[in-house]
């Protein structure tokens, strides 16, 4: 029996394993193809699709996994180029209050760049939780910022964001003497 062949075999009996075990009153239309509850997600139930437009016009839609920031989703495709974050290794200290009599240091949080600088269009932008103040302070340094400009390092994927439209502006110019 060859892999393939053991591998079709397997999964045929998971399925009636499966559909064995479901009663015929969950059943749709008396079908068995039903998938078991277990607390192993499909690759579907976690990924996100995002395509990037470049500012050539050039369309990439690239398949990320839920909580990955735009910036890694193009570097787990090998498309650094397209949008890259220089200031990755590193982060701010700041400090978070937890209580009255507690306030927290955090060390190598959040952005320290604005190289990963997207545009979102205004019917996804709605669906992101707000800038934080270390982000907006540092789109506040741009010059062609936006109203929907956010940090391609700072948005984290979910499956609600799942087709969102990134638009990647002119980058600036690297090779200046």
């Avoid at 016009?57 to 397209?82: M, P």
Wanted: with cysteine; net charge negative; proline share 7%.
């Amino acid at each position: 029996m060859s892999f393939i062949q053991r591998a079709s075999f397997a999964s045929r009996g998971l399925l009636q394993h499966c559909a064995s075990r479901v009663p015929k009153s969950v059943r749709i239309n008396g079908s068995s193809q039903v998938r078991c509850l277990s607390s192993t997600p499909l690759v579907s139930d976690i990924t996100a699709n995002v395509t990037f437009v470049n500012f050539k016009g050039e369309r990439f839609t690239l398949t990320g996994l839920e909580g990955q920031s735009l910036v890694e989703v193009c570097a787990s495709h090998d498309k650094e180029s397209l949008l890259e974050d220089s200031g990755s290794g590193g982060g701010n200290q700041s400090q978070r209050v937890r209580s009255s009599t507690w306030t927290e240091d955090i060390y190598g949080e959040g952005a320290t760049s604005n190289h990963s600088h997207v545009i979102i269009p205004p019917e996804w932008y709605t669906k992101l939780p707000e800038p934080t103040p270390q982000e907006a302070e540092l789109l506040n340094l741009l010059d062609d910022i936006s109203p929907n400009s956010r940090l391609g390092s700072e948005v984290r994927l979910t499956k609600e964001l799942d087709g969102l439209l990134v638009y990647i502006p002119d980058p600036y110019p690297c090779d200046i003497p």
